[in-house]
């Protein structure tokens, strides 16, 4: 089955530690994408990669790391999680470009206290 | 000011009625307008993809790009319960960066 995985699927953590959520599709998608999304402000994109060691900046980067090593794994580091970082988080994958179906992860319910 | 905008709403309307959703933005360099449909607690969907300026139409759902007014447009015909969920507008330059609207959350009433 052609799907978009992402782990943990619920986090709860602290100020200051390190985590990362990872982001696996199984559709050899060139196109990956982290968002993030809030009440009333809709989704975000953090990061979004064209292909392996591609990677560049969406509109709110700050406070994210990714890396592309392989073709099927997005994953996204968070070095120092702050409160502000708590979010609804989708990974999201398609064949190449936007214009191609992006299909979604299930999403990360990030707390951080 | 945001890039893109988009009036939240909520927008309630009954079984058969036409559903009007709109998105104004400000960077011009947008060429790429894209319509997802966003159901409670499930990720976004791909409605519609529009390249620069035009319509495009597929099935109930038309969506229109004045690219000189920077004001893009979706229309629901004969719409359906199933029809609820929340839409969201977004745009792009190069067809790699994505830039959202906030989303307007539809309920059309049986």
């Known amino acids: 089955e052609a799907q978009v995985t992402q782990n943990p699927r619920y986090l709860i953590t602290v100020t200051g530690k390190k985590l990362t959520v990872t982001c696996s599709q199984n559709?050899?998608?060139?196109?990956m994408s982290w968002y993030r999304q809030d009440p009333g402000l809709g989704l975000r994109q953090i990061y979004y990669?064209?292909?392996?060691?591609?990677?560049d900046k969406g509109d709110v980067p700050e406070g994210y790391k990714v890396s592309r090593k392989e073709k099927r794994n997005f994953p996204l580091i968070l070095e120092s999680p702050s409160p502000n970082q708590t979010s609804l988080y989708f990974c999201?994958?398609?064949?190449?470009?936007?214009?191609?179906?992006?299909?979604f992860g299930p999403g990360t319910r990030l707390l951080v206290l | 000011q945001k890039e893109v905008e988009q009036d939240p709403g909520p927008l309630s309307v009954p079984e058969g009625a036409i559903v009007s959703l709109n998105c104004t933005y400000s960077?011009?360099?947008?060429?790429?307008f894209m319509w997802y449909r966003q159901y409670s607690r499930k990720g976004p969907e791909l409605l519609m993809y529009?390249?620069?300026?035009g319509n495009k139409e597929d099935g109930r759902f038309t969506a229109q790009v004045d690219k000189s007014s920077k004001y893009i447009s979706l229309f629901i015909r004969d719409s359906q319960p199933s029809d609820s969920a929340t839409y969201l507008c977004a745009m792009s330059a190069n067809d790699y960066k994505l830039s959202f609207g906030a989303g307007t959350t539809v309920t059309v009433r049986a």
């Open positions: 999201a994958s398609s064949l190449a470009r936007l214009r191609e179906t992006q299909y």
């Open positions: 990669s064209m292909n392996v060691e591609v990677t």
């Open positions: 559709m050899n998608h060139e196109y």
């Open positions: 529009t390249y620069s300026s």
């Open positions: 960077n011009s360099a947008f060429q790429y």
